[in-house]
């Protein structure tokens, strides 16, 4: 039985043509797809973990998580306007402002549907969270009252 490779370095660089030309056609099978303005895509293992959060407490996490990252959207569109207003860019501002509008209505109509489920989980879980978090930013003092650890 004869080998069509003459050696492991020889096999490692023929896989990589391969794999070099199968990508740029799955690039132009794929291409127009990311044209579209209004596709929605998440790396696949942030799409897990929101599945196992959903999975675990309900849609509550999805609903959760879209508060969240509107606040965070929202909240780099004020800094942004801070700093054209800064530079005196009015009306870079103004349009930055407007689109912080739009989040902001965003945050208040997710803020008014409810979940089907896993609202209390979702709590529970986050409630714990936060005790952990600052239980373990304190410690007890000589007397017992608690103050905020040093930091190494």
Known sequence: MSSQFSSVEDFLRKAREAKTSQ??????????HFDDPHLIAVPPKLGELFQELTEKYGDEALRQIALFALGKWFSIHT???????????????????????RISQCVSI?????????????????????IDAVNDSYEPDKD?????KEKD
Do not use: P
């Open 23 to 32: 990508r740029r056609e799955v690039e132009e099978m794929i291409t127009g």
């Open 79 to 101: 800094t942004v306007v801070e700093d054209l207003v800064e530079q005196e860019n009015t009306h870079a501002a103004l349009s930055t402002t407007m689109d912080a509008t």
């Open 110 to 130: 997710i803020e008014c549907v409810g979940s089907f489920s896993g609202g209390d989980d979702w709590r529970e879980m986050v409630r714990v969270l936060a």
């Open 144 to 148: 017992g009252r608690l103050h905020r």
